[in-house]
Antibody, heavy 120, light 110 residues
Framework: QVQLQQTGPGLVKPSQTLSLTCAIS??????????WHWIRQPPSGGLEWLGR?????????EYAVSVQSRITVNPDTSKNHFSLQLDSVTPEDTAVYYC??????????WGQGALVTVSS | QSALTQPPSASGSPGQSVTISCTGT?????????VSWYQQHPGKAPKLMIY???KRPSGVPNRFSGSKSGNTASLTVSGLQTEDGADYYC??????????FGTGTKVTVL
């Protein structure tokens, strides 16, 4: 069974970079057929897809238009994890952030979620 | 990319059925059969209930079913049980813009 464990700070200052890591157990970040996503959910709000990374003979990344200029999702094969970097954050980036895994058509596996607050 | 449109709420008595709609466009639901549905209880991570329009992951009761017609997808929960009370979100692949979620529907079991 695939498990995802998120780590990262819960408080980030405005204009700084939000960084989160998602450790994968039970699968490989470079597994053919899998993809690894970041999703967020503002307080009392809905889900927002942020981006994903996946390996199909080479690495691919896709990002939401809304954060395209500020986001980086990187795989790390040596540690079997993937990360989220969101630059120049504002209070509107305050949300619960989830890492998720897709093995065949849907987001099957979810991390525990982490509330990240952007505040000075 | 705008969020897919769902009704804010839906309800039914135990044993009844409830259907939730998810309306997109020809650039997402209308083109791709990558529609998923997620159930989320308060304070919990979402759970995949339906993928690729109508497929159920292992362990999801067959009371949950999905369908699609044109730019609109639907999730039906038959034989409602109290534990089905939760928020439900649809999602679709959009091609070059990645994925988009729906606005969410709160299902209440009366």
């Amino acid at each position: 069974q695939v498990q995802l464990q998120q780590t990262g700070p819960g408080l980030v200052k405005p204009s700084q970079t939000l960084s989160l890591t998602c450790a994968i157990s039970g699968d490989s970040v470079s597994s053919a057929g899998a993809a690894w996503h970041w999703i967020r959910q503002p307080p009392s709000g809905g889900l927002e897809w942020l981006g994903r990374t996946y390996y199909r003979s080479k690495w691919y990344n896709e990002y939401a238009v809304s954060v395209q200029s500020r986001i980086t999702v990187n795989p790390d094969t040596s540690k079997n994890h993937f990360s989220l970097q969101l630059d120049s954050v504002t209070p509107e980036d305050t949300a619960v952030y989830y890492c998720t895994g897709e093995s065949g058509g849907g987001l099957d596996f979810w991390g525990q979620g982490a509330l990240v607050t952007v505040s000075s | 990319q705008s969020a897919l449109t769902q009704p804010p709420s839906a309800s039914g008595s135990p044993g009844q059925s409830v259907t939730i709609s998810c309306t997109g466009t020809s650039r997402d639901i209308g083109t791709y059969n990558y529609v998923s549905w997620y159930q989320q209880h308060p304070g919990k991570a979402p759970k995949l209930m339906i993928y690729e329009v109508s497929k159920r992951p292992s362990g999801v009761p067959n009371r949950f079913s999905g369908s699609k017609s044109g730019n609109t997808a639907s999730l039906t929960v038959s034989g409602l049980q109290t534990e089905d009370g939760a928020d439900y979100y649809c999602s679709s692949y959009t091609g070059s813009n990645g994925f988009v979620f729906g606005t969410g529907t709160k299902v209440t079991v009366l």
